[in-house]
């Protein structure tokens, strides 16, 4: 397993663990109110994109290597059950945070302490979560108008979390495994 | 849904959360090395216990109620990836600290502050730690001796996360819940 020799860089992906594993779960709460508002593709959307933010979890927490340890962790989270255009204001309002300022301070750190398992994990998250915040708005533009997505099976490597609807391509544009792994929800 | 009242049990609350999302993703991790490790007993004994905290994490999140908010967690979390019978020891750990500091505290606070939404969101969670901390001992007490459990199906309560080997009885002993909606690991 790989280890982390920097306290920061430690820091930075116990807590970007704690934000992804609160992220998949909120994302499966918000799946199932999805469901039943009427709006069963928006919440396989919500679904699809947990398990990207299990695979970002995954990633940080064996970044972190053998070592055991009890921590305090601080994390970023949204709370609220509502309806699901709020609920998707609160998945676009994560992912923009992530996006635009978490990990690219925690990709950087990785960079600075020359910590290239931490690198890799972040730079995976930071990509997918680019397309989960367009992924979230294209769905929020059509529930404000009372509609569910036409969503065609979302496919997710398990590897970095890279999310698309359709295709798969032959491999993955992020991290470049073979797309034959992805899971794909129908 | 439920709501919350008092600023003390709310941060209780986003806390249990935080807790209970990040056991939720290292069990799954932890089952996945346990099955690689050639004890996949043990294995979806860690998977069964997954969907325990899921269960408790999607309690804590429910009752925090509509509102909507961004919070920055602190929460408990064990890290490590180890052999089975030292991520065994991670789940013994991290389950005794919620059934003897964690939870009754948290309960505690929730009777005082007359939050009875909060208050059974904690019971449900602190008895079905108990049962937790058992059966990780009863495993690890195998695998020190590098044998898997021999392990019927177990069964979980989606209300309260109560988890059961063999049975199920007829209702949850823990929620009421009838056992016809149990999960079963199998
Ligand atoms: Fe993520
Ligand atoms: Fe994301
Ligand atoms: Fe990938
Ligand atoms: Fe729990
Ligand atoms: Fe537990
Ligand atoms: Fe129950």
Redesign the interface.
């Known amino acids: ?1 790989a280890a982390v020799n920097n306290a920061m860089t430690a820091d930075f992906l ?1 807590s970007a ?2 934000g ?3 992220a ?3 994302y ?2 918000w799946a199932e109110l999805a469901e039943k508002e009427g709006f069963p593709n928006i919440g396989r959307l919500f679904k699809a994109i947990a398990y990207a933010e ?1 695979a970002h ?2 990633n940080h ?2 970044v ?19 309806d699901t255009v ?1 609920n998707l ?2 998945g676009i ?2 992912e923009l ?1 992530e996006i635009e300022q978490m990990y690219p301070v925690y990709l950087e750190t990785a960079k600075f302490q020359n910590e290239s398992g931490a690198e890799r994990a972040f730079h995976y998250a930071l990509e997918a979560e680019k397309i989960h915040a367009k992924l979230f708005q294209d769905a929020q533009d059509l529930a404000k108008q009372g509609k569910d997505m036409n969503l065609d099976t979302v496919y997710v490597c398990p590897v970095c979390g890279y999310t698309e609807v359709g295709g798969p391509e032959d491999n993955c544009p992020i991290c470049k495994a073979k797309s034959s792994i992805f899971k794909a929800f129908e």
């Open positions: 397993m116990r663990y704690g992804e594993s609160m998949h779960m909120r499966l709460i299990l979890a995954d927490f064996k972190l290597g053998e070592q055991k340890g009890d921590f305090t962790v601080p994390a970023g989270a949204i709370f609220g059950v509502g709020t204001q609160g309002d994560g945070h």
